[in-house]
């Protein structure tokens, strides 16, 4: 085995070999998939206690991110500008449309290239629960309660069986989130999709009363960010997650490492349906501020409730990220900051409460949430 690397002298070596060998000041093991390297004292002497180990492909292979995968985060925040110019409304993770003494909250969205992995995997039966999800978590970030929800399938070819199985995952996500599938299109194109493949949007509309609306304009330096668990990736960052596997050489039916159940079954577990537990800790009083993690991790995601001047320090090792996401990083060898700004880590709705609300959450013994930070004065957000 060879490997490469760059000494701190920054001249670049390359080294052979599985054992230990002196080479300019530094003693390097190059067993297995570990890279070890001890300082010396001298020329032959003793190693000192500090020694660094390294994957080696952390040192050959290039890091991963979501725009090497072709999403460009960045694009998608300055679209959103240019809308905002014409369409001055936008912004939150829902539209609200006044209606009386209530707002009507809308929402939209996809389940992005998981679908690809439905296709490989060919489990279809879930995949409708994410497309509710995506929506209706967006829109209780206001305090909304859904309502209805309409679903779009497009295909090349329909395949009613397969269909059907995309619609039962629909009802099964409507009822969750105690809302009505009021009504969908189903459009049959031949050419555009791939023989067996299919799209899906869907869309949500919820209510809540004017008085009641979840806007973060409340919160103050001292809030605390109550963290509720994700069921893995949910959604967002497909695209990353398809290049890592195909980097890593393992197939979808291959038991994620550190686990018990296949890579396939992890990355197709359902999105989290967070409404009725969400509306159950607004009704209790103290939430000032919700935020779904999607596109954009906590990074983007969650200054998007901040009024101007705040920010927040979020304590990573605050609660358990799971195996998935560990494999994920160190098979894409993907930074830290990119994780946090792709993933959702094992968080998937983040909400801003007060420091009374914080206790009365993490002391009730049927919430499994955790406290992962506190608001501050600055802007964005930071890592300790």
């Given at each position: 085995?060879?490997?490469?690397?760059?000494?701190?002298?920054?001249?670049?070596?390359?080294?052979?070999?599985?054992?230990?060998?002196?080479?300019?000041?530094?003693?390097?093991?190059?067993?297995?998939?570990?890279?070890?390297?001890s300082?010396?004292?001298?020329?032959?002497?003793?190693?000192?206690?500090c020694?660094?180990?390294?994957?080696?492909?952390?040192?050959?292979?290039?890091?991963?991110?979501?725009?090497?995968?072709?999403?460009?985060i960045?694009?998608?925040?300055?679209?959103?500008?240019?809308?905002?110019?014409m369409?001055?409304?936008?912004?939150?993770?829902?539209?609200?449309?006044?209606f009386?003494?209530?707002?009507?909250?809308?929402?939209?969205?996809?389940?992005?290239?998981?679908?690809?992995?439905?296709?490989?995997?060919?489990?279809h039966?879930?995949?409708?629960?994410?497309l509710?999800?995506?929506?209706v978590?967006?829109?209780?970030?206001?305090?909304?309660?859904?309502?209805?929800?309409?679903?779009?399938?497009?295909?090349s070819?329909?395949?009613?069986?397969?269909?059907?199985?995309?619609?039962?995952?629909?009802?099964?996500?409507?009822?969750?989130?105690?809302?009505?599938?009021?009504?969908?299109?189903?459009?049959e194109?031949?050419?555009?999709?791939?023989?067996?493949?299919?799209?899906?949007?869907?869309?949500?509309?919820?209510?809540?009363?004017?008085?009641s609306?979840?806007?973060?304009?409340?919160?103050?330096?001292?809030?605390?960010?109550?963290?509720?668990?994700?069921?893995?990736?949910?959604?967002?960052?497909?695209?990353?997650?398809?290049?890592?596997?195909?980097?890593?050489?393992?197939?979808?039916?291959?038991?994620?490492?550190?686990?018990?159940?296949?890579?396939?079954?992890?990355?197709?577990?359902?999105?989290?349906?967070?409404?009725?537990?969400?509306?159950?800790?607004?009704?209790?009083?103290?939430?000032?501020?919700?935020?779904?993690?999607?596109?954009?991790?906590?990074?983007?995601?969650?200054?998007?409730?901040?009024?101007?001047?705040?920010?927040?320090?979020?304590?990573?090792?605050?609660?358990?990220?799971?195996?998935?996401?560990?494999?994920?990083?160190?098979?894409?060898?993907?930074?830290?900051?990119?994780?946090?700004?792709?993933?959702?880590?094992?968080?998937?709705?983040?909400?801003?409460?007060?420091?009374?609300?914080?206790?009365?959450?993490?002391?009730?013994?049927?919430?499994?949430?955790?406290r992962i930070?506190?608001?501050?004065?600055?802007?964005?957000?930071?890592?300790?």
């Amino acid at each position: 085995m060879t490997t490469s690397f760059k000494m701190n002298l920054g001249t670049p070596r390359v080294l052979s070999g599985s054992s230990w060998k002196p080479y300019y000041g530094v003693l390097v093991n190059l067993g297995s998939k570990k890279l070890q390297v001890s300082s010396l004292n001298s020329w032959g002497g003793t190693a000192r206690v500090c020694t660094r180990s390294f994957i080696t492909s952390e040192l050959t292979r290039e890091s991963l991110s979501y725009k090497k995968a072709g999403v460009d985060i960045d694009a998608g925040s300055e679209l959103v500008r240019r809308i905002a110019k014409m369409a001055p409304g936008i912004g939150g993770f829902g539209g609200l449309f006044p209606f009386g003494d209530s707002y009507l909250v809308a929402g939209t969205d996809g389940v992005g290239t998981k679908l690809k992995l439905a296709f490989e995997t060919g489990f279809h039966e879930t995949i409708g629960i994410d497309l509710v999800a995506m929506s209706v978590n967006d829109i209780v970030t206001s305090g909304a309660k859904p309502l209805f929800f309409l679903d779009y399938f497009a295909t090349s070819h329909l395949d009613v069986d397969l269909a059907e199985k995309v619609i039962k995952g629909i009802v099964d996500g409507c009822q969750q989130s105690d809302c009505v599938l009021l009504g969908g299109e189903t459009a049959e194109m031949p050419d555009f999709y791939k023989e067996g493949e299919y799209d899906l949007s869907g869309f949500a509309v919820g209510s809540v009363k004017k008085g009641s609306v979840i806007d973060g304009k409340n919160i103050v330096v001292g809030d605390v960010l109550i963290g509720l668990p994700s069921s893995g990736v949910h959604s967002n960052g497909f695209s990353l997650v398809r290049r890592v596997v195909a980097r890593s050489g393992h197939s979808l039916m291959d038991l994620l490492p550190g686990d018990d159940i296949t890579l396939g079954e992890a990355l197709m577990a359902p999105t989290v349906i967070y409404v009725k537990q969400v509306l159950d800790l607004i009704s209790k009083g103290g939430v000032k501020g919700i935020a779904h993690i999607t596109g954009g991790g906590f990074t983007d995601n969650i200054p998007r409730v901040f009024p101007e001047g705040l920010g927040a320090v979020i304590n990573t090792s605050s609660w358990p990220v799971p195996q998935l996401f560990k494999w994920i990083q160190e098979e894409g060898n993907v930074e830290d900051s990119e994780m946090r700004r792709t993933f959702n880590m094992g968080i998937g709705m983040v909400l801003v409460v007060s420091p009374e609300a914080a206790g009365g959450i993490l002391g009730n013994e049927g919430t499994i949430a955790y406290r992962i930070g506190e608001v501050v004065s600055g802007e964005g957000v930071s890592y300790c």
